[in-house]
Every structure is written in C-alpha cells, then in structure tokens.
C-alpha cells in the first residue's frame, strides 16, 4: 500500500514543474565563511509570475527523489522553488553517517547567497520568501530563522522545520515565525531536545511546535519501514499516514499565511 501511495504521489506531481538548474555564489554572514559556488535547481509554476518564493534545504541525504517531490508539491501550491546543493559543491554527496563534513551553520553561507541570488529574479516577489527543510535541512531552517544571522533583512519571512536536530543552547534566537514538526517516537533527531529548546525561546510566541506521537524520523516520506546508519548508530525511519497529511496541511496553511 505505502509502495502503491509513493507511486501515485510522483505520478500526480510529475510535470507539473521543470526543474531548471542555476547557480549562486554562497556568501559570508557574519562570522560564518562564504561556502564554495552553489549549484542548485529551480522548480516555476506556469506564467511570468512574479511568485512568492520558498527555498527548499535538502536532507542528509542530499538532493534526491524526497526533495523532488517536495518541489513539484510547493510548485503545486503556487511557489517557485529553489533548492540549493549544500553537499556536492564541498565534494560530498551526504553527511547522515558524518554529520560535521558539512554542517547547518556552514549552510547559513548558502541560503544567505540563495536569497541574495532570489533578489535578482524578476519572477520572485521580493521580501517574500520561505524556507522548507527535513532534518539536516530542518536544522538549516532553524539556523537561518537565528536573529543573529541577519536573514530577515535579505527578505526570509518564515520558515518550515520537519524533524530537524534542535539545539537549545543555540537555537534560541528565533526571530522569523518558524513551524516546527516532529516526532515523538524519532530516535534521530530528539523531539525533547526541540522541547527545551521551545521552551527556552526569546520569542516563544514566534514558534509553532507540532510533536505526533506515534511518528518517526522520515515520517513524511512515502517508502517502506527501514533502518538506516547515521551518526554511528542506527535509526528507524518509517511513513506515517496520519502525521504526514496534517503536517503536509499545516505546511502549506503556514506558508499560506506568512507568503501571501
């Protein structure tokens, strides 16, 4: 069945969106250096547009079929979409089993360099744009909401984390509205961990925290139960059919809100 669903799922978003590519220099914030010359793919509804915009941070695992058909279902909704490449630009494909090659915070370079290039764009309203991002890409959203980064005054308006790594010595500057969604029983990324950092929040009115307590990590992404290695241990993603549709719809009414 859960096979039968991700078949149907690619099929209804195939062709909706060429995915054309373009590339971007990464940009130094702060005290975080500028990353190498960025590559990544852009996702454009029919029309001139201009469209409210929303970048899309890839997972450890890098760009794959997830992040394509995360793209296809924003463009769905009425967003171009840009996803940057954080991995093979540094010379890797995926950090899940070394997780400090590339970092979040080495990937605030990228997005800064990505909204920076998104100003350019006639076909993108400018000072509003999003952020999307699955665990590795779920803590860059976390990142890039930071108050100390400056994000906000390069137009980021929101941001959606699913499942990402928080950290509550260091997360807690948030300064953007942030959706936060997360699974309970995830053996990855804590949910616990996003608590303490929530409710230690400078500005907790900003964050929109959603724990499901029968999720996994990878809860939104329609492939068999499986166990994979990262960070020296082993942990177990696994499709929820009842967090992924309410997550998929506070998605998108978040950004609804915050892009419109």
């Known amino acids: 069945m859960i096979r039968w669903l991700a078949i149907a799922f690619l099929v209804l978003f195939a062709g909706t969106a060429a995915a054309q590519p373009v590339s971007f220099p990464s940009v130094a914030v702060g005290s975080l250096a500028a990353g190498p010359e960025i590559k990544g793919r852009i996702y454009k509804p029919e029309g001139p547009g201009p469209f ?5 941070a890839h997972s450890c695992a890098g760009p794959n079929r997830h992040t394509d058909v995360w ?3 924003l463009v769905s909704w009425g967003y171009l979409v840009l996803a940057p490449d954080s991995f093979n ?9 070394t997780p400090n090659v ?3 915070n080495m990937r605030i370079a990228d997005i800064a360099g990505a909204l920076d290039y998104l100003a350019t764009r006639p076909d993108v309203i400018k000072g509003k744009i999003g952020i999307i991002g699955h665990s590795h890409g779920g803590s860059t959203v976390l990142r890039s909401a930071q108050k100390r980064f400056g994000l906000a005054q390069r137009g980021l308006v929101g941001g959606v ?3 990402p790594g928080c950290n509550p010595a260091t997360d807690t500057g948030i300064d953007i509205p942030v959706l936060l969604l997360a699974g309970d029983k995830d053996d990855w990324t804590s949910a616990d961990r996003c608590r303490r950092m929530v409710a230690a929040l400078a500005r ?3 964050v929109d925290a959603v724990y499901y307590p029968d999720a996994y990590h990878s809860f939104d992404a329609k492939a068999p139960d499986r166990t994979v290695a990262g960070a020296g241990k082993q942990h177990h993603l696994s499709f929820d059919p009842d967090a992924a549709p309410d997550a998929e719809a506070r998605t998108k009414a978040f950004f609804a809100k915050v892009l419109r």
């Open 102 to 104: 590339v970092t979040p």
């Open 161 to 163: 984390a699913y499942y």
């Open 89 to 97: 630009p540094r010379g890797t494909k995926a950090v899940c089993t």
């Open 204 to 206: 907790p009115s900003l």
């Open 52 to 56: 409210p915009t929303i970048i899309l």
């Open 71 to 73: 793209g296809r279902l």
